[in-house]
């Protein structure tokens, strides 16, 4: 059964602050209902999700069309807006799985994290249920300090609706945004200056295999003010990119999304 086209909920278990829904994966979620020329399960263009409030848990958000953008919305204001961009995304570049596994044990969460409870890379949640991406820093590329972990999609990371091309399972859409997401703001610095997704694209050129270890990479790319800029990338067992994204954060008080 395919999921519905008029609203949007994010379910408690896919948080990234405790009562607020993971970006990533509420902007992928939001992304998934665009209607596109690709076929579903394969690849997805690039998607922009700008989120303007916390995303509620638990709650259906209508969605509507407006000036091109798809709209989710809570007690009539918007919480996010989808539109399909022609942005070339660059990639981060590759790192080798084991100097990615190697990088985890010097993960800064480990030690302070200010959302442990985050679907995508916090640390009280059981493995295959949340993503437990723990990216650690790794070698700079062009200046830009990069960080860098290992992920594996699990079972409960797939979605029984998605059109594959083939047999083989492969992680939903908006868990593959997520994948995307948080790398990014650990890359800079996260853990002394803590800060949530304001604007994320990002293109996915095949969907994660479960079961198959990936390499996830951020890299940090500037800051002006309260906002910082980053992007991800995404890579296989066999270092083909699987996805790659950009993203915008603002920085916040962390007490005021506990």
Known sequence: MNPPTDRL?????????????NGGWTAGALAAT????AGRGHSWPAVTVALRQPPPLDVALPLTDDAGARVATYDGRPVAQAWLTERDLEPVGPVPADEARAAEAAYPGLRSHPFPTCFACGTEREAGDGLRIFPGEVTPEDGQTRAAGTWTPR???AEDWHEYRDDVPHASLPVTWAALDCVGAWAADMAD???????????VDALPVIDEEHVVVGAARGQEGRKTFTASTLYDADGRVVACAEHVWITIEPAAFA
């Open 193 to 203: 200056r803590p800060m949530v997704l304001g604007t994320m694209t990002a293109r």
């Open 9 to 21: 909920i994010v379910p408690r278990r896919f948080c990234g602050p405790p009562s607020s829904g």
């Open 34 to 37: 665009i209607p596109h020329d």
């Open 155 to 157: 079972p409960s990371h």
